[in-house]
Nanobody
Framework: QVQLVESGGGLVQAGESLRLSCAAS????????MGWYRQVPGKQRKLVAT???????NYADSVKGRFTISRDNTKSAVYLQMNSLKPEDTAVYYC?????????WGPGTQVTVSS
């Protein structure tokens, strides 16, 4: 069983930065895909950034060049550095990890960007 806890969300103005963190309990290895999704009310959860099982990174087109994902396997943690935030980045951000043939999700952290 894996539990994930996100932190670092908050209210910022457009153009500012935030860094999200996600810590996982249990053993997470570098070949466990891990990353971030986000969701706004009434819409589907969408991929923001992720590490693949091969260690590559994928980003949503809307965040390329502004967001950077990183991970620390010694801490079973993944991070999301978000720069040049826009109001359309406002959402609940969820951390996930794929392990044991299923996704585990954190409870989410709210990011609100004011114009």
């Amino acid at each position: 069983q894996v539990q994930l806890v996100e932190s670092g969300g908050g209210l910022v103005q457009a153009g500012e930065s935030l860094r999200l963190s996600c810590a996982a309990s249990g053993s997470i290895f570098s070949d466990n895909p891990m990353g971030w999704y986000r969701q706004v009310p009434g819409k589907q959860r969408k991929l923001v950034a992720t590490f693949t099982s091969g260690g590559n990174t994928n980003y949503a087109d809307s965040v390329k060049g502004r967001f950077t994902i990183s991970r620390d396997n010694t801490k079973s943690a993944v991070y999301l550095q978000m720069n040049s935030l826009k109001p359309e980045d406002t959402a609940v951000y969820y951390c996930y990890v794929w392990k044991d043939y299923r996704n585990y999700w954190g409870p989410g952290t709210q990011v609100t960007v004011s114009s």
